[in-house]
């Protein structure tokens, strides 16, 4: 049999394949991309993920704010027409796959190839009944979500992220949440604003659990507020019947828990196992993970991992980082290390949590000297008028020494609306490696909420001059 050969060979037509497949453009390669089914063009995040959920996220915004303007004379009664909610989110979904489908890849004069892909040996591959090679190959096959056979599930109306924004046309009454990571909690959030009844049950003894705690505090003061009732410390047993759960809390036990649909949302599992590894010399670390080096390279060193599937953090922006990390080092001759030190992520309820840089596990972990600041928005004027003073910003900066007496952003957190947008500026000067007496210079227009930035910093600065 003929085997077709590539300059690059890429697995998977997500945020990490796509981004490969670019950067093999822009090298003047002849790249094959291969994905499982041409409705995955696009991965999780277009087609299950980011995309429809932030959509989803910002009609809830809408309806939040008409109820709270009935305080002011606003009437507002019913609940969401889900059948209407999916229409918006698929058409916003359709104007991006406009440049994300099979139709446009072809259209590039891009080879694309639909099946499950399967290794041969260490530079050939399998679809179906062809085979191809390339002395360079990354794997992007994504994630999906972790799935737990539990008792009485086969009656259940079972959503995850892979069919809710498809399937869901009419609104539950009663929705139950399984699982306190971002998915959960936005998710949580989003059906009781539609008119849900939605009840968070959480295995953790707190929700986002890889966040801050006085931050998963605000945040579940914020959900009780809106009427989730969050259930930490409580484990899914099974489900008796098509509409209850058997519950269990460490300190109360077990109880009964009515709802009409259920949400899981329990982790990611990495889309590895149609590969055939073991056959392409790619082994995997005792947790299914791929064994990778400092530049995402596998034991066979023309195979790489990007995004998801190298087992590392699952943002589509990792896989962005992932790319140009690629990128350099096929360019270069010399190879940039893998290094996740200035990567960001945010939680999209709201209030947001945006995360930066190292944090303060990290540091103390490696033995790294930091100076702690603490801000709250109590006294912030726009925080204020737009209700919002149970904000927190926490910036971790260099110490201050007799030789460098500039101290710079390490990193940080934020509890906020918008944690996310307020965050950029930071993080730019962290990466940049700017004097926090940039910012404190810097004239900010009023009363713009990232101005608490500079009130930030502004403490730092005042206790070093008295110091």
Not at 79 to 84: F, S
Not at 86 to 98: P, S, T
Not at 313 to 320: D, L, N, T, W
Not at 413 to 435: D, K, R, V, Y
Request: glycine content about 8%.
């Amino acid at each position: 049999m003929q085997t077709k050969e590539y300059d690059i060979i890429i697995i998977g037509g997500g945020s990490a394949g796509l981004g490969a497949l670019g950067m093999a453009q822009g090298n003047g390669w002849n790249p094959l991309l291969i994905d499982k089914a041409e409705a995955h063009i696009g991965g999780d995040c277009l087609n299950f993920g980011c995309v429809p959920s932030k959509a989803l996220i910002h009609l809830a915004k809408s309806f939040h704010g008409a109820k709270k303007a009935q305080q002011f004379g606003l009437e507002v009664n019913g609940k969401a027409d889900m059948k209407k909610i999916l229409a918006y989110v698929h058409d916003k979904q359709a104007v991006i796959r406009a440049h994300e489908s099979a139709d446009y890849i072809r259209s590039q004069g891009v080879d694309l190839k639909i099946g499950v892909a399967s290794f041969l040996d260490d530079k050939t591959l399998q679809v179906g009944e062809e085979h191809f090679t390339s002395d360079r190959i990354i794997v992007a096959t994504g994630s999906r979500p972790r799935h737990i056979p539990f008792k009485g599930i086969d009656q259940v109306k079972v959503f995850t992220n892979e069919n809710l924004f498809y399937e869901m046309e009419t609104l539950p009454d009663r929705l139950l949440v399984v699982g306190g990571g971002a998915i959960g909690c936005e998710m949580a959030q989003v059906f009781q604003r539609f008119g849900s009844q939605v009840t968070l049950v959480n295995r953790g003894s707190r929700i986002l659990g890889k966040e801050r705690e006085d931050y998963s505090e605000v945040l579940t003061q914020q959900f009780e507020k809106e009427g989730i009732n969050v259930l930490n410390n409580t484990n899914l047993l099974e489900f008796t019947d098509s509409n209850t759960a058997l519950i269990e809390n460490k300190e109360s036990g077990k109880t009964s828990l009515e709802f009409d649909a259920v949400l899981i949302a329990i982790g990611r599992v990495l889309n590895l196992e149609d590969l055939e590894l073991e056959k392409g010399g790619i082994e995997l670390t005792e947790r299914g993970r791929p064994l990778l080096d400092d530049y995402l390279r596998s034991t066979n060193k023309r195979v790489y991992f990007s995004g998801d599937a190298a087992g590392m953090y699952q943002f589509s922006h990792g896989a962005e980082m992932h790319t140009r990390l690629l990128r350099h080092n096929f360019q270069s001759n010399f190879d940039k290390k893998h290094d996740a030190k200035y990567l960001s992520w945010v939680t999209f309820t709201q209030p947001e949590i945006a995360t930066f840089g190292r944090t303060e596990e990290y540091l103390k972990e490696n033995g790294i000297e930091y100076w702690r600041q603490d801000q709250d928005f109590s006294k912030d004027d726009r925080a204020i008028v737009d209700e919002y003073t149970y904000g927190k910003i926490t910036l971790f900066l260099t110490p201050k020494t007799f030789w460098n007496k500039e101290r710079k952003i390490l990193g940080g957190s934020i509890i906020a609306p918008n944690a996310g947008e307020l965050m950029q500026e930071l993080t730019l000067a962290m990466e940049a490696e700017l004097p926090i007496q940039q910012i404190y210079n810097k004239i900010y227009a009023y009363p713009v909420a990232s101005r608490i930035n500079q009130q930030t910093v502004m403490g730092v600065i005042n206790y070093d001059k008295e110091n």
